[in-house]
């Protein structure tokens, strides 16, 4: 199925959950001099107008960014991802709303590689103009490459095949983000088994998986497989808004499965999903959980709130 357009979710809660938690892993990627690689299995369009079309239709971002826009006692790491919206959004109007590749585009530095995949046929086309928009700004600005090299390449295609060919990267170190729409079952299936086979490939890889929290089965059924994953460690987050609807549908809660995180992440979120609850939520319902553990044991830790 080709009719999931992220548009119409973009800059949601779930939406500030993860991008949140793929700044803290490309920032502390960027610590070392060595270049990594980000490959996003699922890109979406890039960068998404509030304004208009499908967001504004919607309105979702009335869930996530917009409550966070004009706060000013931000803890450090909301901080940086709110100021890099903001970046996009000089006129001080929240107008746009980065997607994943833009999230990462900001923090990659030039040494750095970003490998997206797009299988839909319209979002990849605007992906691809996207960028190519942004390297003629740069280009316009002055801006050269310090190295050689296409610094982004973008492929109309399955990212669960195509990341086959990418590990492990050159460099030895990269973070993956594997985010489908999950519009059918087969979604959480193939994130398994994808994992399963790039683990093999790339045992040291950083690996983010964005998930709905939904009633359906398989939905409730993948944290709990990703964490028998052969690996050394894992972290999963989820974040809830509101208690489920009375029909069940709509989105009220998502979560981040992380293999191989960093040491800061932990501390990072045990400081920031109290503030996003209080935030963020709506009712009672609203709350967050944080485990970590090891593949194939039992979570060392886990709290609730």
């Known amino acids: 199925m080709l009719s999931y357009r992220h548009a119409f979710h973009a800059g949601n809660h779930a939406d500030v959950l993860k991008h949140i938690v793929l700044i803290q892993l490309l920032r502390y990627l960027g610590q070392k001099d060595a270049p990594y690689?980000?490959?996003?299995?699922?890109?979406?369009?890039?960068?998404?107008?509030?304004?208009?079309?499908?967001?504004?239709?919607?309105?979702?971002?009335?869930?996530?960014?917009s409550h966070l826009w004009s706060r000013t006692d931000l803890p450090p790491a909301l901080a940086d991802y709110v100021g890099l919206i903001k970046e996009m959004n000089p006129d001080g109007r929240m107008r746009y709303?980065?997607?994943?590749?833009?999230?990462?585009?900001?923090?990659?530095?030039?040494?750095?590689r970003i490998r997206l995949f797009e299988l839909h046929p319209s979002d990849s086309r605007i992906l691809a103009d996207n960028f190519r928009k942004l390297e003629e700004q740069?280009?316009?600005?002055?801006?050269r490459p310090a190295v050689r090299g296409k610094r982004v390449m973008?492929?109309?295609?399955?990212?669960?095949?195509?990341?086959?060919?990418l590990l492990p990267p050159p460099s030895r170190r990269g973070l993956i983000l594997?985010?489908?729409?999950?519009?059918?079952?087969?979604?959480?299936?193939?994130?398994k088994e994808t994992l399963v086979d790039a683990l093999g490939r790339f045992a040291t890889g950083m690996y983010a998986?964005?998930?709905?929290?939904l009633n359906r089965m398989e939905s409730r059924q993948l944290p709990d497989k990703l964490k028998r994953l052969p690996c050394k460690d894992w972290l999963n987050v989820?974040?809830?808004i509101s208690s489920p609807s009375p029909d069940g549908f709509g989105l009220h809660s998502s979560g981040m499965f992380i293999i191989n995180p960093p040491w800061t992440l932990e501390p990072m979120l045990?400081?920031?999903m109290p503030y996003l609850v209080k935030v963020l939520g709506q009712d009672a319902g609203a709350g967050f959980t944080l485990e970590t553990g090891a593949g194939n044991e039992a979570p060392r830790s886990a709290r609730r709130a």
């Open 270 to 272: 045990r400081e920031l």
């Open 238 to 240: 989820t974040l809830s």
């Open 154 to 165: 973008i492929q109309k295609g399955d990212g669960f095949e195509g990341l086959k060919s």
């Open 37 to 65: 690689m980000v490959i996003d299995t699922h890109a979406g369009a890039g960068l998404y107008a509030l304004d208009t079309g499908y967001a504004a239709k919607s309105a979702e971002y009335q869930t996530g960014i």
């Open 209 to 213: 998986v964005w998930y709905p929290v």
């Open 138 to 143: 740069g280009g316009a600005q002055g801006h």
């Open 97 to 112: 709303y980065p997607g994943s590749p833009y999230c990462a585009y900001q923090v990659a530095r030039e040494q750095d």
């Open 178 to 191: 594997i985010d489908p729409p999950y519009e059918v079952k087969d979604d959480y299936r193939r994130v």
